[in-house]
């Protein structure tokens, strides 16, 4: 979400879904060129990622490099370029929400994200640099108390939030705004070293077990059986994603797959035979008959 300099500060909004897309994005120098366009960059990135979908990489590209290698990019072109921080452009990520199943997958992350930024604070403070550009609003951590049902705020469908959680994002990142224009002007530090201290020792203590789940490195490719490859080609080309699991279900085929992988740690290969060998309405010729 992109904030135009323009004096009517229209909004642009681009669709970036999981986590190498937007590190895709950061790395590319058009995306630098054309920031300068605007007075506000926004990251808000939905749940596919920390729900393993297929198209996010199912979880295996690695999640602490990626967030690592984004945040790497953001810091290394606004350290360099701006040290006495006299660009336009802000640069704030919003952290994730989620299910409540997914809870612990979404604030390893979010304090993952907020260990970087504070590192890089400190250490710009460190070298007598300002503020830097690249910040977070820590939305997930607020809702919290309004993520899950009984008193979930209510979206149009069941994983979109209401209009009181989207009001309420606004809100923090106007304040967020406000508050830091006051330090910049104050040169007040944005986080003291002792804190940045406590949060590395939360990420090694807290969750630990989740953590090192949701955020990873890379995992290796999976071994598939030689007895089993040429099945797990024709089952590629043949696998409809959008299709439904049967006539009368609202189940989509590759959700089904994906709850496999999810669920009963099955590998990507042998659910995705699975799926088709159970569900003939999953096979894209039976779609076309």
Not at 3 to 10: D, W
Not at 71 to 89: C, E, R
Not at 226 to 246: G, H, N, P, V, W
Request: proline content about 4%; some cysteine.
């Amino acid at each position: 979400l992109c904030r135009h300099h323009s004096p009517t500060k229209l909004f642009d909004f681009e669709t970036k879904v999981c986590l190498d897309d937007i590190l895709e994005e950061v790395q590319n120098p058009d995306f630098w060129s054309a920031s300068t366009n605007y007075t506000l960059v926004i990251f808000i990135t939905g749940p596919w990622e920390i729900s393993d979908r297929i198209e996010c990489g199912a979880g295996k590209l690695g999640r602490k490099t990626q967030t690592k290698q984004i945040f790497q990019s953001l810091f290394n072109t606004t350290n360099n370029n701006n040290n006495n921080n006299t660009t336009k452009t802000e640069f704030i990520w919003r952290t994730w929400g989620s299910p409540k199943n997914l809870w612990g997958r979404a604030v390893s992350h979010n304090n993952y994200v907020k260990y970087l930024i504070d590192r890089n604070n400190i250490e710009r403070n460190q070298r007598n640099q300002f503020m830097g550009m690249v910040s977070y609003v820590d939305w997930g951590q607020a809702m919290l108390p309004r993520l899950f049902p009984p008193t979930r705020i209510v979206g149009d469908i069941p994983p979109h939030y209401g209009l009181e959680a989207r009001l309420m994002f606004v809100q923090m990142l106007t304040n967020h705004l406000v508050e830091r224009e006051r330090q910049k002007n104050q040169h007040i530090p944005r986080i003291a070293y002792d804190s940045i201290k406590r949060v590395e020792e939360e990420i090694e203590s807290t969750d630990y077990l989740i953590y090192i789940k949701c955020i990873s490195s890379a995992k290796p490719e999976e071994v598939i059986p030689d007895d089993k490859m040429q099945m797990y080609k024709d089952a590629l080309s043949e696998f409809c994603e959008t299709c439904r699991i049967e006539d009368n279900s609202n189940v989509l085929c590759e959700q089904k797959r994906s709850y496999l992988c999810t669920k009963w740690k099955r590998p990507y290969w042998d659910a995705l035979i699975e799926t088709l060998e159970k569900h003939q309405t999953c096979n894209k010729s039976a779609v076309i008959n």
